[in-house]
């Protein structure tokens, strides 16, 4: 099977400071690999590389057998990346219902003058029915006119999820989706990822703190230190391992 | 080799001048996280209250005393107290728009407070001007220069020692980081602030007074290239070292000196040029330094621990007060144009018809600053390419309006040039880099007689669209034509902003990294924005041309940038019929102000005015007509007798629990 994501020795430096060292990991179709590992670790600058918000100092990122070497964010988001910020991003303004239809509007390609101009800028009965048909799946359904900056964190990370998983991604880069939830909401995003994995066959990458979360979810496990790769698994395996034991632990190093 | 020293020696003071700004920049950065604009008129006001109180009677050394060590930091401290300490730490664009409110309002301020007329120089500080205190190599050193190089030396000591080993200076530096996490640890960061503010506001009136007996009298010209020559030096040092801010702001002090020395004397243009090298510097570094680009990110770990913007105040939209409030606007413009028409005297269509053409400038507004968030500050030099390109056209025979077109192409052209080196930009930097552009056409192009005729201005004649020359006719018929084109540019950029364009540059302004993360270029779209605006305040510029029929470079100058981002974010910056309202509103109050005694200056009046209403910013971004039509929703919700419709918007915050 021709893996999905492949990510080849990728380092990056930041003058003196490793922050990811010659990682390399794959991921297959409609897999959930999670990316584990203490704070510092290099996980969200590994995930900041993939998505093209940060340059690698060396390595190589391929999606679907394409180098996106040189491609800045954009362009590696219409080729079906597409991810979640472990610091919220949302448009606090807008409707949950808008942050959908504008990603599907930038997905497809609606950004042109002359479509406005002609009155044809606005979104498709086809958007709006895939907007909707999210927005269950995530279970916002009752949401779609609220304005976001008016709801609780763990809505507003429902509403950053729901406008990632709307255009189809590829890959979904999914950095720490549960950060200040408490564990019920924690459980509930946990509920919603598997979901969107099941029903639409989205490959994944998991950064997460959240051990429970990630055993449920991965089918297998990248654990790093200190900007290395220090076990690869499943889940049980990579716990087995005294060097990841070692590194949430911080015993014997 | 004594010919090199006597250039640069006066430099060094020149300098240290320019060193007392940039070191306050980079405090007030540093511990507020506020990018202060407004510190040249902060300096212009101390040093033009000393003046004052000097041709009272008042001893230097009182008068020193009160500018510098009493009112300028009362004034910061007001300022933060009142303005800045209520913006959220991330809200860099209210925070700019604040800024350049008191920049704009400071000085206006103080022509309504004083009157018009400029003060003559005031006497030096410490020393007398004319007193040479040392000669090196054969070249005058006289007491002032000595005294400002001396006072500089010491401050820098002073300040630094402090920030670096004090627990006051500590709790500065944290505060910047994150004022909700120092005041989890106890401390008051109001007060932390205010120090912040005042010590930085009293370098600013320390700057402005020595500097004041330098040229003839006091005016706030020099006190902007004193500004801009020290944003130059904090930039090349990232808004990060005070020490190394004094360093360049020494530097070119002494480079600006020595390249204008040798500079032909008989070339205007030539010495513009040097005297730009703050300019070209500032440029050059926002467009090559990094950590420029990321000044806007903040630092602070509980950023999103900040309270969310007040949306559950808001009324729901009612789709009945929305239709009758269009159906108001719309009788409203049209008893407007019966009226012009028919009745208002001709002194007031003149007024309004320029009103109405600046309309199209601020549209342009409503664009880069409403809809992509972004505080151009060049806009006026937009309009000016407009107008001069066309009435340099009109003196070869071609079509005033066609004229215009063409300038408005012209001013696309500048317009990406402009936004090239700001690709990479946002927020702050962006507004520095457009501010830099605008006074490089100023110092530059503009004065030039092949770009702005001669010294009485260049003539741009009244339109004529085939047997109707509007030159004969009443202005009454310019005023319709005028109102004409703004509905139908007006009409474009509705289609625009209620559009697919409209809605992704709304999404970029809330979050540029989210929205690059769907798909979306940002630097295409701030090529695109930048074009779309030029060629907008371009065409604008050449209306508001012709309709003046003479235009020179002050009516394009950067100030005026400013001031019509002031007037628009008080009227309304987000929609179409903000722009319009702010044009017409604009127009309006300047007419009626002519109508006040002069003493009260009523040009600076109006700036006031505007610049008041700007204020309210960070509160009310949408304006004061937003602020009407929800005034209107909250009333027509307790007396509603109607049920609401599925369509209305669920109330907002209703389920956020």
């Known amino acids: 099977m021709t893996p999905r994501l492949v990510v080849h020795e990728l380092s990056k430096h930041f003058g003196g400071i490793v922050a990811a060292d010659g990682v390399s990991f794959e991921l297959l179709d409609a897999e959930c690999l999670g990316l584990i590992g203490p704070n510092g670790a290099g996980k969200t600058t590994v995930c900041s590389i993939i998505a093209g918000e940060q340059m690698a100092s060396a390595g190589t990122v391929r999606l679907d057998g394409h180098d996106l070497a040189g491609l800045p964010v954009y362009q590696r988001a219409r080729r079906g990346l597409s991810r979640t910020y472990q610091r919220l991003e949302i448009f606090p303004e807008m409707t949950v219902l808008d942050h959908l239809l504008v990603a599907q509007g930038v997905h497809d390609g609606a950004t042109g003058l002359l479509g406005d101009l002609m009155g044809s800028g606005g979104s498709s009965q086809q958007q709006k029915n895939a907007a909707e048909e999210t927005l269950e799946l995530v279970g916002l359904g009752d949401y779609a006119d609220v304005v976001v900056g008016t709801l609780s964190l763990g809505y507003c990370r429902l509403v950053e999820l729901a406008r990632s998983l709307v255009v189809n991604p590829r890959v979904l880069l999914a950095d720490e989706p549960s950060s200040g939830l408490d564990s019920l909401e924690s459980v509930a995003m946990g509920d919603v990822l598997q979901r969107a994995q099941r029903e639409r066959g989205l490959s994944i990458i998991l950064v997460e703190h959240d051990l429970e979360m990630v055993a449920r979810l991965s089918d297998r496990v990248v654990v790093m230190q200190s900007g290395l790769v220090v076990a690869t698994g499943s889940f049980d395996e990579v716990m087995a391992d005294q060097d990841v034991r070692d590194a949430y632990l911080g015993v014997g190093k | ?657």
């Open chain 2, 1 to 657: 080799m004594s010919e090199a020293l006597s250039y640069m020696i006066p430099g060094v003071p020149f300098g240290c001048t320019m060193a007392l700004i940039a070191i306050g920049l980079v405090l007030t950065y540093r511990s507020t996280g506020v990018f202060n604009f407004a510190f040249g008129a902060q300096a212009y006001a101390a040093a033009y209250l000393y003046a004052f109180f000097t041709a009272h009677g008042l001893a230097r050394g009182v008068a020193g005393v009160l500018a510098i060590v009493v009112i300028s930091p009362c004034l910061g401290i007001l300022a933060d107290r009142l303005v800045f300490s209520r913006i959220t730490s991330g809200n860099v664009t209210a925070k700019t728009v604040a800024a350049l409110a008191l920049m704009v309002g400071l000085p206006a301020a103080i022509s309504v407070a004083f009157g018009p007329t400029s003060l003559a120089s005031p006497p030096s500080l410490l020393f007398n001007v004319n007193n040479v205190v040392v000669h090196i190599d054969g070249v005058a050193i006289d007491g002032v220069q000595v005294s400002t190089v001396l006072i500089t030396l010491a401050v820098l000591v002073i300040l630094t020692t402090v920030l670096r080993s004090t627990a006051v200076g500590i709790e500065m530096r944290a505060a910047v980081e994150s004022p909700r996490l120092l005041r989890l640890q106890g401390v008051n960061s109001i007060r932390v602030s205010s120090i912040a503010w005042g010590v930085s506001s009293g370098l600013a009136g320390l700057a402005g007074v020595l500097f004041a007996p330098r040229y003839a009298v006091v005016s706030i010209d020099n006190y902007t290239f004193l500004l801009v020559a020290a944003i130059a030096a904090a930039a090349v040092v990232g808004l990060n070292s005070m020490v190394g801010a004094f360093l360049v702001a020494t530097a070119l002090g002494v480079a600006i000196s020595l390249t204008t020395g040798y500079a032909p004397s008989n070339s205007s243009w030539t010495t513009g040029l040097f005297a730009a090298i703050p300019f070209f510097v500032l440029l050059l570094v926002l467009a090559f330094n990094p950590k420029l680009r990321t000044l806007d990110v903040s630092a602070d770990p509980l950023i999103n621990a900040e309270p969310p913007p007040t949306f559950a105040a808001l009324p729901p939209p009612l789709r009945v007060v929305d239709r009758s409030l269009f159906i108001t606007r719309a009788v409203v413009m049209l008893v407007i144009i019966v009226s012009m028409m028919t009745w208002v005297p001709s002194v007031w269509v003149y007024a309004l018809t320029g009103g109405m053409a600046l309309s199209l400038v601020f549209l342009s507004i409503t664009l880069t600053t409403g809809a992509a968030g972004q505080v151009s500050l060049c806009q006026a030099t937009f309009a000016g390419v407009g107008a001069f390109t066309a009435g340099q056209l009109a003196t070869h025979g071609v079509p005033v309006l066609t004229g215009a077109l063409i300038g408005g192409l012209v001013a696309a052209g500048a317009g990406i040039l402009a936004a090239l080196p700001a690709l990479r930009l946002r927020g702050l930097a962006l507004s520095l880099s457009t501010l830099t552009f605008a006074l490089l056409a100023d110092g530059l192009v503009f004065p030039t007689s092949w770009v702005s005729g001669d010294q009485t201005g260049l003539s741009i004649p009244r339109p004529q669209i085939g047997s109707v020359n509007f030159a004969t006719q009443s202005t009454r018929s310019l005023f319709l034509l005028v109102t004409a084109i703004v509905a139908a540019v007006s009409f474009i950029f509705w289609l625009l902003l209620k559009g697919a364009t409209g809605r992704n540059l709304d999404a970029s302004r809330q979050s540029p990294l989210a929205t690059a993360g769907l798909g979306f270029s940002l630097s295409k779209a701030k090529i695109m924005v930048f074009g779309i605006s030029a060629v907008t305040a371009g065409l604008g510029g050449a209306l508001y041309g012709s309709t003046l029929q003479v235009v020179s470079p002050a009516d394009f100058s950067f100030q005026m940038s400013l001031l019509f981002v002031v007037v628009v974010v008080t009227i309304g910056c987000r929609t179409v019929s903000g722009a319009i309202g702010a044009g017409l509103a604009y127009a309006a109050l300047s007419q009626a102000l002519t109508y006040s005694p002069n003493r009260l200056a009523p040009a600076s009046l109006l700036s006031l005015l505007f610049a008041l209403g700007a204020l309210r910013y960070a509160r009310h971004p949408q304006g004061l007509l937003e602020d009407g039509r929800r005034a209107v929703l909250r009333l027509a919700h307790r007396f509603r007798k109607f049920p609401a419709k599925n369509s209305d918007a669920v109330f907002l915050g209703a389920r956020s629990s």
